[in-house]
Each structure stands twice: as structure tokens, then as C-alpha cells.
């Protein structure tokens, strides 16, 4: 691999390591955003070492390079494992296409690199960023590709400007018979890199950037408004993952994790605290495994209606959800009434459990708005939820009959509430009060004979799952304590049902939102009266604790969460419906501000014209209108002293220069242009000088005279003599009084 030095030209005139630094970055940072949002490690890992070996080389003045017979076969190489790729039908086609484009950029920074190949290069990792935003909308990708634009305007600043002065180097004057020397043009290169140039101009250049980013996202068209429903008697699909189903009696150890999963921000009355957020509920038990029941029976009807005033006063929900696996099902306070998202059609099922299909593959956080009754119910909402109970569930059955229990779990079920069996037989009319203290009795009883833990080691798995954690483990984690209370109030005629979900607890008061963790999924038992409907117990022991947090990482991980909740919300979720809301806000704002402004322009018109009487409204009008033109006259004397000021600058550092002291042939020439002459670009002095002889009738050896000393002073940088420039001058002086007035 040979490795070779720049060229003094390289080095001076072409400004290869001014550019080749910022470009290997910008090459990098495309290629990094788009492994990471595709999780495909292997293309951040192979950029990464192909820009570390080559910045290193720039570092050290060399550049990095092999035969072309090698790059020749890279590139064939890189196309058959695109074809692969595309034929497996395992990687679509825009990632296939950015794999193609990340190997060709490597197969490039080991060639010799000229201005096409930067050119093609940043083209290349433009396109990668480009594919990165069809993979990830996350608040990191954003964050890299803000750095990304910042890295790739100040390359294609640079990328200008060397080929410039590449132009530079390579010209030949029309006078010359071949090019210049280098060395005898970088008067015009080498004297001073234009930093500070180039930083006002990328500054502007990403501010206009910036408003037309933020001006393109507010009228852009959006997506198109959020689909919803009511209930719809429909059956929700089998679901995977966390709510698939609930299984006792593995001999494991389960860890929890502090992973952000949801953020939920609460509208209404009763909206705080957050509480039970419901997923899943299951009514059947049978050998340590719980699943539903009588799901085929859910009829095909027309659902009773539901009126816009029913959903007054009720618990909003905006909730997003980060972590795929949750999905398809939504999880809200009970009972949801009402769900909207923009991520697909939401159906809601016969035991109101929330299940979203989605309209697209997605790869982002899923939003959707969830409307909750508030407790108690009013005797309406009683009668519309008893209305879906009968619909959905037309056949009759028994709690008991859905569980198989072993005789001891039933013995000591009978044990703990015997009397209040016995009460219920004897006065059915009691029969929600009785059922709702049996299920307190048994919830009490499990919180105080019994360890919250999270170690199931001690799990037998031959033995029934409730069995065993009443009888022998004692100890284990919420599904165990809600299973055994649901086992137990089931076996004693307790309509009851195992809910699943989360418990949330935490607060995060930047963002006015809660936080959703991994750590906070919880199941819990649901009891149903025919008057309260499902009522919630927890049985899970009060040990269950939940780790510490505080401290300055407890600021930043609200902070992180804030920003998150806050990009998913309002820059990801900002749809059609947002932004009809936000013109009509702007458009009343707009109107408010116009009929106060005319309304009180015409009274204090009407005030000076008839009753000659000056009030407050014209003497803030009249101050405002003074503080404007002030600031305006302060910002024209600003920028005429800022001119005045680069102005001298100028004159100071041409005052330096070895032809600074000629700046009286420059002005000849320019009064030779204001007499006709025609200066066009392109042309040399020495043309110029030679057509001012021929059409003023000046003397042609004086002229040339001067351009010599002018090109000796500049261009040779050697300093005329005192005498040289008092002659050239009086020379100069002479020919400006022979020319026609």
C-alpha cells in the first residue's frame, strides 16, 4: 500500500488538508448514521478504521493509496454483494443501496483522490443520510444530522474553494507561453487561509438552511388526520410478546431495567396520578398457564352509539410508545371508551382490551390518544358498558368453571372467607358487598404472608404455578401474587379477571409527563360488580420496591426523556390535525391583533379630528413608530461604521504589501475604464495597457514600463525602490493630464 507525500503545491496552493479533514468526518457521519439506524454494526466498524487510517495519513502530509487493479476489483466486488443482497430479499433496496454506497466510499479513500472524487464522495454520503431518515425518526438521528449538515456545508465551502484555487495554480496568463509557477501565484493562496470568511459564510448559509428546514415543516403537507373508533365488536388478534399470555412455574431469575417503553402525558379530571395503565386481561386458568375465553362467541353486531357528550370530563391520554414489541396491543386507563391514532386503525374488543393495526411498517415511536371514564361512572356510562357486557358475552357461565384449581388452593380459599361465602348464600342481594370483601380478604391476606422476589429459581415447574407459590416457594413476583387472588376469588364464585399492564408511578415535571419503564410492568386482579363494574385490587405484596433514583443522573435522564418525549410529541406527532390547529391559532392571532390594531387607530383618530383630544393609544403608537426608526437609523450608522472600519483594515494591511505603494496603477486603470476602455474578465494588465495606447494615443514603452514594475512588485513580491516608484508615479501623474477631458 503505497503511502506518498503531498506536493508543495498540494500543500500551499491546493489546501488538501483543509479539506480532506472536515471530509473524511463528513464521510464517516453518514456512513455512522446509517448503520446505527439500521443496527448493522459491521457498517460503522468498516467506515470507521478506512477514515481513522486516512485521517491519520492527512495528519502526517501523506496520502494513502493502492493499485488501481485493487480498486477495480472492490468495486466489482461491492456490486456483486449488492446483487446478493437485493436477491435474497432479506434487505430491501434503499439499505442495499447505502451498503453499495458505504463500500464504494471506502474502495475511494484508498485511491488517488482528486476534486471529482471528493465531489463524488460527499454526493455519496449525502445519499446515505438520505436513507437513514427512511429507518429512524429517533431524536439521536436528528441530533447527528444537524452535525451532519454543519460538517457537510463547511466541506462543500472548502471543496469551492480549492477548486478555485486549483484553477489558480493551473492558469496561464494570455501573455505567458506556459503556466505559472505555483510558488509565483500564491501571493493570491498562501498569504492568508480565509477562516473567518469562511465561518460568516457557513453561519449564513446554516441559518438559511434552518429557516427553510422550519418553514418547509410547518406547511409542508402532512400525513392525514388521525384514524379512530369507538368500540368496535371486533376480535382483537392473538398478540405476541409481553401480552401473549401469562405463564407460571419457570425456573428463572428475572431482571429489571430502567428502558424508557412509554411516555404518557394526562388530560381531565382524575387524570392524576396515572395509576393502572391496562393491556391485557385473561379469564381462564388452567395449569399454570392463563388465556381467554369464549373469544369465538364475540358477535359481529351494531355497537350502541356513542354521543360526544358521554366523553366530557373524561381522562385524555397522549401516549407513545418507544419499544415495538409492545405492539399490537395499546395500553390505557380502564374503561377506554375512544382511541385515536395516526398509525393505523385501532379496534377495541369484547373485553375492551386495545389493539392496534398498523397502516405502515413502522420503525418510530407509535402515538395514539386514549379517552377514559373517570370513577365512579355515572349511571350512563353503567348503562352503556352493561349494554357491551351483553352483546359481548351472550352465552351465561360460571367464574368457577374457568379455572382449574388444585383442592388445596380451593381448601384455603374456602378457609380465609368461609363466613363471607356463607353470608353471600344466605343473602344473594348482597352480593357485590360480599364479593368485593372476599377479594380484600385474600388481597390482604397474600401482602402480609407472602415475599415479593423476583428470583423463581425455587420454581418447580411440574407443579401447578399457584399451588406452588401458596404452598412451597412463597415468594415470587406480581403475576403470582395476581394469579393466586384471581385462582382464589374464581374457585369462590368471584367474577374476577388477571389484568396485565403497568403501574406508573414516575413523574417527570419537565416535560409534565410520565415515564413508562421496563421495571413498571405489573399485573393485578380486576373484580366486577354489577353496580361499580371492575374494580381493581392489588394483591402484590408491599415489598415489591422499586430502585433508587436521584442525583444529578436522575437531571439528565429526566432531561433525556423530556427532550425525547417532547421530539416524539410534537415534531413526530405533528400530523395534519396539528397543524390545521396551529394555522387557525396563527390565523386568530393574526385577526385579534388586526381588529384591536384598526379598532384603536379609529378611535384615536376620532378623538384628534373631532374633540382635538390626544390619547394613550396614539402616544404608544406614535413612541413605538420612534423606537423603530431609531433602532433602524442605529442599525444603518452600525453598518456604515463596520464599512468604514473594514474599509481602513484594508488600507492598513494593502499598506504592508510590497505593491501596496503602486495603488496608483490600479487607479489609472481605473480611470482608463471610466474613458472607455474595456475591461473585461480574463484579460491581463499588459493587454489592457497595450489597448489604452492604441485608442488614447499614450505612449505604449511607458505603459508597459509600468506593468512590469506592477508584476515584478506583485507577483515576485519584491519591493520597488524609492526612485522606481517617484518616477512611476510622475509617469502615471502625466498620463492622467494628457488624456481628453
Known sequence: MPVEGFSEPEIVLKARRRLEHPLFVTIWLGAACFSLAEGNLFYLIAPTFAVAVNLLAVHRTREVYVSRLFINAAVALSTVVMALE???????????????????????????????????????????????????????????????????????????????LDASAEARLVTESSPLDPHQVAWNVIRDWPTRALARRLAGILAVVAAMGVGMFFVAPREGAASSTTLLGM????????????????????????????????????????????????????????????????????????????????IVQHVSIADHGLLPTLFAVFPAVRVESPDGDVLIGADMHITLKPSVLLNRPVRYTAYSWPRPLTTEQKAYLATLEERYEPLPWRPEETVRASRAVVELAMTLCRDLVHARQADPSRGDELDLAIAQRIARHLRENYVYSLDLSAAEPDRDGVEDFLFHMKQGHCEYFASAMTVMCRVLGVNAKLATGFLVEEYNPLGAHYVVRERDAHAWTEVFTSAGGWVIFDATSTSRTVPARGGWRQGVDDFWGTLRYLWYRRVIGYDAKSQRHLWQWLAGQVSSAWQATRDALGRSATNLLIHGHVDAALVRMAVATGLAALVLEALLCVRFHRRRQCAREAERELSTKPWGVLRFIPGLLALLEKKGLDRQPGRTVRELALEAAGRFNLPPGVLLVLVELYYRARWGQVAPAAEEIAAAEAQVRQIQESLPA
Open 86 to 164: 437485493l436477491l435474497s430479499g432479506r434487505v430491501s433496496l434503499p439499505a442495499a443501496t447505502a451498503h453499495y454506497m458505504i463500500l464504494i466510499q471506502m474502495v475511494k479513500l484508498f485511491e488517488r483522490k482528486r476534486n471529482r472524487d471528493y465531489v463524488q464522495m460527499l454526493a455519496m454520503s449525502t445519499l446515505c443520510v438520505v436513507a437513514a431518515g427512511l429507518f429512524s425518526q429517533a431524536l439521536w438521528f436528528a441530533a447527528a444530522l444537524a452535525v451532519y449538515v454543519v460538517f457537510a456545508a463547511h466541506t462543500t465551502l472548502v471543496l469551492t474553494l480549492k477548486r478555485g
Open 235 to 314: 376480535r382483537a388478534p392473538a398478540t405476541a410478546g409481553y401480552t401473549n399470555s401469562v405463564t407460571l412455574g419457570e425456573t428463572r431469575k428475572v431482571y429489571t431495567s430502567d428502558r424508557v417503553l412509554m411516555w404518557v402525558t394526562l388530560e381531565g379530571d382524575g387524570a392524576r396520578p396515572a395509576g393502572y395503565l391496562r393491556g391485557n386481561v385473561f379469564d381462564k386458568y388452567d395449569r399454570s398457564r392463563w388465556s381467554k375465553v369464549g373469544s369465538s362467541l364475540w358477535p359481529d353486531v351494531p355497537l350502541p352509539q356513542l354521543l360526544p357528550q358521554m366523553l366530557q370530563g373524561a
